[in-house]
């Protein structure tokens, strides 16, 4: 009696159920699907109305942050359950005395809350386009991610490449390495790397040359910091022989550049989804403005007295 047939279905039979009990443990944090998931999607961003008066939305692009799509409660499901309390404090309270319970280890981990990249990585754009848009108020220039990839995340503030394509699909298509700074994690709260230095870049374009600001060296600084800003005057110097001089003067008069951070300004958050706010607390204005500063006093062309201000110090001021 030949038992082979029904042995190798048996052999077949089991090998499908173990793939399947497998298949449920295995880790959806792969590096296949993390390619894979990390990709551009669609983010339309309203620019403005151009010369016919039409309205205008660009499609910027975004890298995807998180595997899946958030599902958004609708404005209707959240204004029901705000009816449900005579007042705003209560609501506020019921949302903070909700119990929440523990996540069992064992469940898996929904995949819109899967992280597109692994622990050590992030999700970042590496193909840039710069498109030009003529607006009623005049052109404006509009970057569009093109493509995203994984990318390590790094623990250092350096200078990291940044590509961007400007012109594309013309004769004057050129590609620019603008330059950025590294979003180092492990930074002292209040510290953002940023960038100290700048350089230049010529573009041709049909009608002119272009000059294209580029990154070029970056440091961990306060979120509000100074940086240099160099202006040229003419000075006039006397000497002791009674040789009139008129040379170059340097001065870096320094600029404040970053933002200031308010803190957190959500009062409310989805519990289903923490990256929607319910309720925000009113902005509060703060800017980026000097601090300290010196004066630089010299004789000028008329043999008149300048005096110019130099910033020392940047401060986030209310």
């Known amino acids: 009696m030949d038992v082979s047939g029904p042995f190798l ?3 077949c039979a089991l090998h499908l159920t173990l793939t399947g009990v497998l298949s449920k443990h295995i880790d959806h944090r792969n590096l296949f699907t993390q390619r894979l998931c990390c990709k551009r999607q669609s983010h339309y961003v309203y620019i403005g109305q151009d010369i016919s008066g039409s309205p205008v939305s660009v499609d910027v692009g975004m890298c995807r942050s998180h595997c899946g799509g958030a599902s958004r409660p609708s404005h209707e499901a959240g204004q029901q359950e705000y009816s449900k309390h ?9 949302k903070k005395m909700r119990p929440r319970g523990p996540a069992s280890p064992d469940s898996p981990q929904p995949l819109s809350q899967l992280p597109s990249c692994g622990m050590n990585q992030v999700c970042e754009p590496t193909g840039m386009r710069v498109d030009r848009l003529l607006l009623l108020e005049g052109p404006r220039e509009v970057e569009v991610i093109e493509e995203c990839q994984c990318e390590i995340k790094l623990t250092q503030c350096i200078r990291v490449p940044a590509l961007r394509t400007y012109h594309s699909e013309t004769p004057y298509e050129t590609v620019v390495d603008v330059g950025g700074c590294s979003r180092s994690k492990g930074s002292p709260e209040g510290f953002s790397c940023v960038p100290i230095t700048f350089d230049s870049a010529l573009v041709e374009t049909p009608n002119k040359v272009d000059l294209i600001q580029t990154v070029a060296a970056c440091e961990l600084k306060e979120s509000c910091y100074r940086v240099p800003y160099v202006e040229y005057y003419y000075e006039t110097v006397h000497h002791a022989d009674g040789v009139k001089e008129e040379r170059l003067k340097e001065i870096d008069v320094g600029r404040c550049s970053g933002g200031c951070t308010t803190g957190n300004r959500c009062l409310l ?22 601090q300290g500063y010196e004066s630089h006093s010299f004789l000028n062309q008329h043999a008149q007295i300048r005096t110019v201000l130099s910033i020392t110090s940047c401060l986030c001021q209310n």
């Open 86 to 94: 005579s007042s705003m404090l209560e609501f506020l309270r019921s």
């Open 9 to 11: 279905l048996l052999l």
């Open 269 to 290: 958050r989805s519990q289903s989804d923490p990256a929607i706010c319910h309720l925000w607390a009113e902005r509060q204005s703060s800017s980026c403005a000097p």
